[in-house]
């Protein structure tokens, strides 16, 4: 019953939303479509804003990424992690997890493509990908929206909640799936 | 810090590829990655536009309001330095719940709009507000009912249940949640101190 709950709030929660909104909207007198334009407008200046944090940021990323340094520290911290009980196979994806969100959505299937999504790597890989945050992305794009460029201690906020929603995950996973 | 951290990646990617003979990923990184950043603002716009036109709805319809009246009391907790009838609160509101229900094409736009009124009590500063650091910490380690991603590639690689994981998923970001509002008020706290 709870999934199928899920599956419908995740199927309804946008059609509901555009729908009673407006409806709201209409029973105070809103001038509903203009008042949607109005807001719209903001979208495009926003999205345009972010533009240059999100090259710099993606572009020190992806170099860093493609060059094989990720691979490196990857590498370097495997045994700590296969201690708490995570496969050497999972690594790379809790690693590039705070760095880039296509990339560890392609390595998130790929794992269940390789080992299928009912092993637990796949069960791992899910709860890793379902549990944590692109946190360099966020703050790039959340802060260069607003033209902020000095983070002060949030970066080291997001880094630790990602570790532990790494070790969360590794840690139930070992006590539901294994 | 994000200087540092900027430099970091980006030198010790070009070493890294310079040691192991392979320099020409760094160009095709780099090119690639500047190419796809502007594809990712592009495509944000619109959905931008779409969510930021049906808020703007419900604030003049006062919905927007009504919703951060019911969750003021935890909300000002959070965030003493937003005043409690600010537009801030409801759009942080509107973000985090999106972020809880996986509709991230909406958590975005509304996380920005947060920003931006925050943005204004900061005075428009190029330093982030503590208000600032307590949502994004919250933000990035938000709980998520429904992983609407992975639940689609699970499904799409025929699990026989793609939705057994949202239980794991819970407690997980339960534990970050936590740890990350801790980890938010002892740095604000310290801060205080220390100026």
């Keep these: ?178 | 810090m994000l200087n540092y951290i900027w430099l970091a990646l980006l030198l010790s990617g070009i070493l890294v590829a310079a040691v192991n003979g392979n320099i020409e990923v760094v160009t095709q990184a780099a090119l690639k990655s500047a190419n796809d950043a502007v594809d990712i603002c592009i495509n944000l716009i619109g959905v931008m536009c779409l969510w930021l036109g049906i808020m703007r709805i419900g604030e003049k319809a006062g919905l927007v309001e009504s919703l951060s009246r019911v969750v003021r009391p935890v909300m000002t907790r959070l965030f003493p330095s937003i005043p409690p009838d600010h537009p801030a609160l409801g759009a942080i509101i509107m973000n985090l719940s999106a972020n809880i229900l996986g509709l991230g094409s909406a958590a975005t736009p509304f996380g920005m709009k947060a920003m931006q009124e925050m943005q204004k009590l900061n005075g428009g500063r190029n330093e982030a507000s503590e208000a600032m650091c307590t949502f994004l910490a919250l933000n990035t380690s938000c709980v998520t009912l429904i992983p609407a991603t992975i639940i689609a590639v699970r499904v799409n690689y025929n699990s026989a249940n793609p939705t057994e994981i949202v239980g794991a998923t819970i407690f997980a970001t339960c534990c970050s949640m936590t740890l990350a509002v801790l980890v938010d008020y002892l740095f604000r706290r310290a801060h205080r101190r220390a100026s």
């Design chain 1, 1 to 178: 019953m709870f999934p199928s709950l899920l599956d419908a709030i995740s199927r309804w929660a946008i059609p509901l939303l555009l729908f009673l909104v407006p409806v709201w909207g209409l029973a105070k007198k809103v001038q509903v479509y203009e008042a949607f334009v109005e807001g719209a407008e903001e979208g495009f200046s926003t999205g345009v804003k972010i533009i240059p944090f999100l090259v710099g940021m993606l572009v020190a990323i992806s170099v860093f990424r493609a060059s094989g340094a990720l691979d490196l520290i990857s590498r370097a911290c495997e045994p700590l992690l296969v201690r708490l009980g995570a496969p050497p196979e999972v690594l790379p994806l809790a690693f590039m997890r705070p760095l880039s969100g296509s990339g560890v959505l392609g390595m998130a299937t790929e794992l269940m493509k390789t080992f299928g999504p009912d092993s637990f790597i796949g069960r791992l890989a899910s709860t890793m990908q379902g549990s944590t945050d692109t946190t360099f992305y966020v703050l790039t794009v959340y802060f260069g929206a607003v033209g902020v460029t000095r983070y002060r201690y949030s970066i080291i906020t997001g880094l630790i909640a990602d570790i532990s929603g790494l070790i969360a995950s590794i840690y139930i996973c070992n006590v539901l799936f294994r």
